[in-house]
C-alpha cells in the first residue's frame, strides 16, 4: 500500500488577523531555590561525542522530568543513582526532595555512558535507562499517593547506551505490555560521506500474560534507522502505529527480518544486490539487468508506455510502474548482451532532464554515475556555490541580498517531514511534508493521548494533536500563539521551549538565566507598559511577554 500524501489543516476561527504585539508586564513572579544534598547526574559529551546530532539528542538534555499524570509532580535524578521527586506547591514553596527509587549499578563506574532518563508510563508505570545500556521497566503503584513503592518488574541490558523518548502501557487480550521508544546514535564505519555515525529509534516492548507467572520479556524489537535525530517519535495510544517528525527520513527495519535477509545458509554476511543498474545521458538511459540461469528470449517479456515501464523475467516482475519522465516508447528498445544480462535503452522526450530516480518510488535499481557526467553538472552548478552568502553583490543579478533576509526567515531545516508507521507492516501509512513549518516544540496535553507538536505557520505558532483514530483527520489544530513563531527566531540562545497544558502561555529558556514568558489574551491586574512610547498601555489587553532572570532551583551544597 502507498502512503497517502497529507497536509495539516488549519482551523481559522483559531488565528487572530488583528494581534498588534506582545507588551511587557512588570508583575512579580515567584522564584524558589532548594539546596540539594546531591548533585543532579549531569553527563558531559565525550570527544568522540562530536556531531550536531549528539548536541540535539543528549547535549541539550533536560534533567528534570514532570510527571504528565500528576502535574504537580517533578523528578531528577542524582549522581548517587536517586530518583528524587519533588513536589510543587504554587504561592508556596517547593517541597523537599524524597528517594523513591535508587538505581542498582554505580553509574560513574561506566566511562561509556549517557544521562540517565525517565518517561512516566501510566499512573502506575514508568519505564528507566541508567545511561549505561539497561532499561527498567517498573511498577510504581499510584504515584499520586506519597507512600508508593518502586518494584522492577523488568530488567535487561540491551547493548550500546540510549535515551527513553517515549513509552506507552497497553493491556489487550488479558496481556499486559509496555512499548517503548529508545534512542541511540551509533558509529558506522563504512559511512565515508556523512559524519560517521547514524540514528537509531528502537521500539520495544515487553509483555507478560496475567495468568502466566513468568516475568516480563521483550516480544517485540524493531529498528528504524535515520541520518538525523527526530523532533518528535511516539508511539500511538493503542499500540497501532508510530509518528516521527525529522529532518530526514527513517528507514524501518525488523530486526529479526533483517538479520535473515544479511544471512545466508552458512551464516556468513552476503551483500543483497539491486535487482537492475541504470545510467543516463543527455538523450537515453540505460537499464542493466542480470539474466537467471537459462533464460531464453521468450521468457523476456517488456512493454513501453510513454510514461509507464514494465520488466518481467520468467513471470517475475523485476521493474513496473511510472517513469519519472516522458520516453519516447517506440523507439526505446532491449537487447540481450554476451555476459548473459539483458540491456534496455530508454530514449528520453525531454532532452537534457537529469533523472534523479527511473521508476517513481521504486527503490530496487541502483544509478551508475558516469564521471564525465558528474564533473559536467558540477561545472554547471559552480555558480551557484561559494564559501560567501554573496560573495559579488554589484553584478548585475546577484544570488542572494542578505541584507533584505530577517532572522526569521532563515529556516535550517526546510524539508522536515512528519511521518506515521503502520505498527504491523512496519511500512509508512501518512506523509505530511512540512516544509517551511519550523518545527519549535512538543508537549503532553493530555497523557492518555500522544503528545502535541507545535509548528510555526508563518508568524504564529500553531499547536497540533494527533488522534490515531481519526485515518482522515490525523492532525488537529488545537491551539494559536499569535505570532510566537516570528519573536521566538530571534532568540538564538534558546535552549528549551514548551506551553502549559491548557495553552495560556508558552516559555522559552534560553541556555543561560533568561527565561521568556508569552501569555495568551486574557485579563491582567498589573499595569502595562508601551514601551516604544514610554507610556501606560490602558487599552486593549494583548497577550504579556515577562522577561525573568531565574536561577534554576537545583543547585548541590
Known amino acids: 500500500m502507498e502512503a497517502a500524501n497529507c497536509s495539516l489543516r488549519v482551523k481559522r476561527p483559531l488565528l487572530d488577523p488583528r494581534f498588534e504585539g506582545y507588551k511587557l508586564s512588570l508583575e512579580p513572579l515567584p522564584c524558589y531555590q532548594l539546596e540539594l544534598d546531591a548533585a543532579v547526574a549531569e553527563v558531559k559529551l565525550r570527544d568522540d561525542q562530536?556531531?550536531?546530532?549528539?548536541?540535539?539528542?543528549?547535549?541539550?538534555?533536560?534533567?528534570?522530568?514532570?510527571?504528565?499524570?500528576?502535574?504537580?509532580?517533578?523528578?531528577?535524578?542524582?549522581?548517587?543513582?536517586?530518583?528524587?521527586?519533588?513536589?510543587?506547591?504554587?504561592?508556596?514553596?517547593?517541597?523537599?526532595?524524597?528517594?523513591?527509587?535508587?538505581?542498582?549499578?554505580?553509574?560513574?563506574?561506566?566511562?561509556?555512558?549517557?544521562?540517565?532518563?525517565?518517561?512516566?508510563?501510566?499512573?502506575?508505570?514508568?519505564?528507566?535507562?541508567?545511561?549505561?545500556?539497561?532499561?527498567?521497566?517498573?511498577?510504581?503503584?499510584?504515584?499520586?499517593?506519597?507512600?508508593?513503592k518502586w518494584e522492577i518488574m523488568f530488567n535487561e541490558e540491551l547493548g550500546n547506551p540510549f535515551i527513553i523518548i517515549h513509552s506507552i502501557s497497553l493491556l489487550k487480550a488479558e496481556e499486559h505490555s509496555v512499548a517503548m521508544l529508545l534512542l541511540r546514535i551509533e558509529k558506522e564505519e563504512l559511512d565515508m560521506k556523512g559524519s560517521g555515525f547514524y540514528v537509531s529509534l528502537e521500539w520495544v516492548t515487553v509483555s507478560k500474560k496475567k495468568e502466566d507467572s513468568r516475568n516480563y520479556e521483550i516480544t517485540k524489537h524493531h529498528v528504524l534507522r535515520g541520518k538525523s535525530v527526530p523532533h518528535y517519535a511516539a508511539i500511538e495510544p493503542n499500540g497501532n502505529g508510530l509518528m516521527i517528525v525529522s529532518y530526514k527520513s527513517f528507514?524501518?527495519?525488523?530486526?529479526?527480518?533483517?538479520?535473515?535477509?544479511?544471512?545466508?545458509?552458512?551464516?556468513?554476511?552476503?551483500?543483497?544486490?539491486?535487482?537492475?543498474?541504470?545510467?543516463?545521458?543527455?538523450?537515453?538511459?540505460?537499464?542493466?539487468?542480470?539474466?537467471?540461469?537459462?533464460?531464453?528470449?521468450?521468457?523476456?517479456k517488456i512493454q513501453f508506455l510513454p510514461d509507464n515501464i514494465n520488466i518481467m523475467l520468467k513471470d517475475i516482475q523485476i521493474l513496473e510502474g511510472k517513469l519519472y519522465s516522458s520516453i519516447d516508447h517506440e523507439s526505446s528498445t532491449w537487447t540481450i548482451k554476451e555476459n548473459d544480462s539483458l540491456e534496455v535503452s530508454l530514449i528520453k522526450k525531454n532532452e537534457s532532464l537529469t533523472w534523479p530516480e527511473l521508476v517513481v518510488g521504486d527503490k530496487h535499481g541502483e544509478l551508475i554515475r558516469d564521471p564525465a557526467q558528474c564533473a559536467a553538472i558540477a561545472e554547471r552548478l559552480m555558480h551557484l556555490t561559494s564559501d560567501e552568502l554573496n560573495p559579488n553583490p554589484d553584478k548585475e543579478k546577484p544570488p542572494c541580498n542578505a541584507q533584505e533576509l530577517e532572522e526569521c526567515d532563515i529556516f535550517f531545516e526546510e524539508s522536515s517531514s512528519l511521518c506515521r508507521f503502520d505498527g504491523n507492516t512496519l511500512k509508512t501509512t501518512h506523509v505530511v511534508n512540512l516544509g517551511s513549518n519550523q518545527y519549535l516544540f512538543s508537549v503532553t496535553v493530555d497523557p492518555k493521548e500522544m503528545p502535541c507538536f507545535c509548528l510555526r505557520h508563518d508568524v504564529d505558532a500553531l499547536l497540533w494533536q494527533p488522534h490515531c483514530s481519526k485515518q482522515d483527520d490525523m492532525w488537529e489544530h488545537i491551539a494559536t500563539f499569535n505570532a510566537l513563531g516570528y519573536v521566538q527566531a530571534s532568540k538564538r540562545d534558546k535552549k528549551f521551549f514548551a506551553c502549559s497544558p491548557n495553552y495560556s502561555y508558552a516559555a522559552l529558556c534560553e541556555c543561560l538565566r533568561r527565561v521568556f514568558i508569552y501569555r495568551q489574551p486574557t485579563p491582567m491586574s498589573t499595569v502595562l507598559y508601551n514601551r516604544k512610547e514610554g507610556r501606560q498601555a490602558m487599552d486593549r489587553l494583548l497577550s504579556t511577554m515577562i522577561f525573568m532572570n531565574i536561577v534554576f532551583g537545583i543547585t548541590s551544597k
Not at 64 to 86: E, K, T
Not at 143 to 148: A, P, V, W
Not at 259 to 273: A, C, F, Q
Request: proline share 3%.
Open 251 to 300: 528507514k524501518v527495519i525488523s530486526v529479526e527480518q533483517d538479520l535473515e535477509e544479511r544471512m545466508d545458509v552458512d551464516g556468513s554476511e552476503k551483500i543483497k544486490e539491486p535487482l537492475y543498474y541504470w545510467q543516463q545521458t543527455d538523450d537515453d538511459l540505460t537499464v542493466t539487468v542480470r539474466l537467471p540461469e537459462n533464460c531464453t528470449k521468450e521468457d523476456i
Open 50 to 148: 562530536y556531531t550536531l546530532e549528539h548536541m540535539h539528542a543528549f547535549g541539550m538534555y533536560n534533567y528534570l522530568h514532570c510527571d504528565a499524570w500528576y502535574q504537580d509532580s517533578v523528578y531528577y535524578i542524582d549522581n548517587l543513582g536517586r530518583i528524587m521527586n519533588l513536589t510543587v506547591m504554587l504561592d508556596t514553596a517547593l517541597g523537599k526532595p524524597r528517594e523513591v527509587f535508587r538505581l542498582p549499578t554505580d553509574l560513574t563506574a561506566y566511562d561509556n555512558r549517557l544521562c540517565a532518563s525517565i518517561h512516566f508510563t501510566s499512573p502506575t508505570w514508568v519505564t528507566l535507562s541508567d545511561g549505561t545500556g539497561r532499561l527498567y521497566v517498573i511498577a510504581t503503584g499510584d504515584r499520586g499517593n506519597s507512600h508508593e
